[in-house]
């Protein structure tokens, strides 16, 4: 059983587009994250929710919009796309609070051509 | 903002050997975990250290969280090819309204025959 899932794998598309990455965990989390890797491997913070509730936010621009229609879901949908937005994007799941281990998805890798 | 600041980001040693990879950091961190992730997955949690000094086992593998818990290490005896992959530290801030996990640079190690 897959714990934590994201989807599609691999996105590929063009400069302004929209698109949405889907995320469901069934490990009974109420804390939800997504990652942003880049071409280096650094992996950080997007954003962060518990019980459906946005608590994270990096700094991010607004054209990314997460929603949590429920606790075992968090999508990523990002609007006007650039060259800058091609990296790998994880979701992960956890209980809340520190330090619980963190679930990963198997990320989903987005170009942009 | 807190960085984690890893060391080597590359290493390519034979089989059996031993080695260290080290994790830096100025600010002190709650507790820190290390995680190894593989092409094509998300990270996978190993260990968590809570306590300064504090000494843990996995196997060949041994974790230590400095006395003042800004630095870390993890040291390899006699590694295996099945050690290949990508080692993150991550430390928890807790200075914010939420608690979050910053990563470090990660470290490339690659295990031959």
């Known amino acids: 059983d897959t714990a934590v899932s994201q989807t599609p794998k691999y996105l590929v598309t063009q400069m302004g587009n929209d698109k949405s990455i889907k995320c469901e965990q069934n490990?009974?989390?109420?804390?939800m994250y997504w990652y942003k890797q880049d071409s280096k491997k650094f992996l950080k913070i997007m954003f962060s929710y518990n019980n459906k509730e946005l608590i994270i936010n990096e700094t991010v621009p607004n054209r990314f919009s997460p929603k949590s229609p429920d606790k075992a879901h968090l999508n990523l949908h990002i609007n006007s796309l650039e060259l800058g937005d091609s990296a790998v994007y994880f979701c992960?799941?956890?209980?809340?609070?520190?330090?619980?281990?963190?679930?990963f998805g198997d990320g989903t890798r987005l170009s942009i051509l | 903002t807190q960085l984690l600041e890893q060391s080597p980001q590359f290493l390519s040693i034979q089989e059996g050997e031993n080695l260290t990879v080290y994790c830096n950091s100025s600010?002190?961190?709650?507790?820190l975990q290390w995680y190894r992730q593989e092409p094509g997955e998300g990270p996978v949690l190993l260990v968590t250290v809570v306590t300064g000094g504090e000494v843990k086992k996995l196997k060949r593998l041994t974790f230590q969280f400095g006395d003042a818990r800004k630095d870390s290490s993890l040291h390899i005896t006699a590694a295996q090819p099945g050690d290949t992959g990508l080692y993150l530290c991550?430390?928890?801030?807790?200075?914010?309204?939420?608690?979050?996990?910053?990563f470090g640079t990660g470290t490339r190690l690659q295990v031959t025959l």
């Open positions: 992960a799941s956890s209980r809340h609070g520190a330090p619980q281990p963190q679930h």
């Open positions: 490990l009974g989390h109420d804390t």
């Open positions: 600010s002190v961190f709650s507790s």
């Open positions: 991550a430390g928890w801030d807790l200075t914010g309204t939420a608690s979050k996990l910053t």
